[in-house]
């Protein structure tokens, strides 16, 4: 039982190259949400999905994309990465309680 | 829009006890959480207060207003590895987890 598992958890890219970050839960939880964290900002939510094929925008979701294409896959997309982007994605998954388990990270450097 | 005030850093000795605060600003307020962020490691959560009152786990409390739009992290009988940075959040209308900047809690001996 895994949990919830973000792939890559490295990746430095150059600007304007594009990437997409995959995260899986094996939760069977219907919310999924996507932060990234930068030094004395916190957890921002980027966007998140209350279900298969929904998607909501976050607080700060300029320059990325999502899709939830299945349950248990939430994808996060940079078509341009910006150096405004280096950052910690953290991936988390929630059931109707709540409680969000979060992934271990995925950290990009854009260069 | 929604906003979340919580102290940058708390310092504190084993054995003490120390609150963490939390005041919000929030449309469809539903409940407050709490959670916890070792150095590169993952969030994890402590505690969750819908309604008014204390939640007791263990040595770690949360206590909720929702008419003063506050709420703190009581931690007692602290050990040093509770040094790390403890983040409140709100949960609006049911779905998004809103955070705080967190609060980063140093424990000497």
């Known amino acids: 039982n895994a949990g919830v598992t973000q792939t890559p958890k490295f990746r430095v890219l150059k600007t304007g190259q594009s990437m997409t970050l995959l995260c899986a839960q094996d939760?069977?939880?219907?919310?999924m949400y996507w932060y990234r964290q930068d030094p004395g900002m916190g957890l921002r939510l980027i966007h998140y999905?209350?279900?298969?094929?929904?998607?909501a925008k976050g607080e700060v979701p300029d320059g990325y994309n999502v899709s939830r294409l299945k349950k248990q896959n939430f994808l996060l997309g940079l078509e341009s990465a910006a150096p405004s982007q280096t950052s910690v994605y953290f991936c988390?998954?929630?059931?109707?309680?709540?409680?969000?388990?979060f992934g271990e990270g995925s950290r990009l450097t854009v260069l | 829009g929604q906003s979340l005030e919580q102290p940058s850093e708390v310092t504190a000795v084993e054995g003490a006890i120390v609150q963490i605060n939390c005041t919000y600003q929030t449309s469809g307020f539903y409940g407050l959480s709490w959670y916890q962020q070792h150095d590169g490691g993952a969030p994890t959560f402590l505690s969750y207060n819908a309604l008014d009152g204390l939640e007791e786990t263990g040595r770690f409390s949360s206590f909720l207003s929702r008419s003063d739009s506050y709420g703190y992290l009581l931690l007692q009988e602290l050990q040093m590895k509770d040094s790390a940075s403890y983040f409140c959040?709100?949960?609006?209308?049911?779905?998004?987890?809103?955070f705080g900047k967190g609060t980063t809690l140093s424990v000497s001996s």
């Open positions: 939760m069977n939880h219907e919310y």
């Open positions: 959040a709100v949960n609006q209308a049911g779905t998004a987890l809103i």
């Open positions: 988390a998954c929630a059931g109707t309680d709540g409680e969000l388990f």
């Open positions: 999905s209350v279900g298969e094929g929904t998607t």
